[in-house]
């Protein structure tokens, strides 16, 4: 059966804000992410989502929160390096056969994910992935049409 997608250029419903993501560059030494989220934790603003990759000099530290707009004027105010972009978030139904599925409609629509983690439960308890994609218009009109429960901001706020 051929699954039709809709072309880059054709517009979107737009059904919320696009979680964003921070990337934010710490020192790779005992304590370093702890501090960052006790920072954040001050300000009442809670991670929801966090990857961590690492080098032997720094490492990335990838944040969904729960408070983007306050996060970004604590990392301005505190002089901490930080890139934003914007992640696809799936509500999932079964994590195994809903990952697969995801990945199958994802790459039957020629649609490339760049990274990709699980997330904190979402607040209904289920399970959440987020992903990094090349084109997000396109993505997010692929899975919706496919009865993927998309997350937004409004959607992960606490």
Known sequence: MEQEFQ???EAVADNGTPVRQFSVMIPNRVGALASLVKLLRNSSIEVIGLSVQDSRDATIARLVLSDTDNAEAIFSEKGIPYMICELVVIALKEAG?????????????ETN??????MMPGPQG????????????FATSVLNRSGFKLMYEEDLVR
């Open 7 to 9: 072309s880059e250029g």
């Open 97 to 109: 056969p809903g990952l697969l599925q995801c990945l199958d409609i994802l790459m039957t629509a």
């Open 113 to 118: 994910v760049d990274f990709a983690y699980a």
């Open 126 to 137: 289920q399970a959440l992935l987020a992903m990094h994609v090349e084109d997000y218009d």
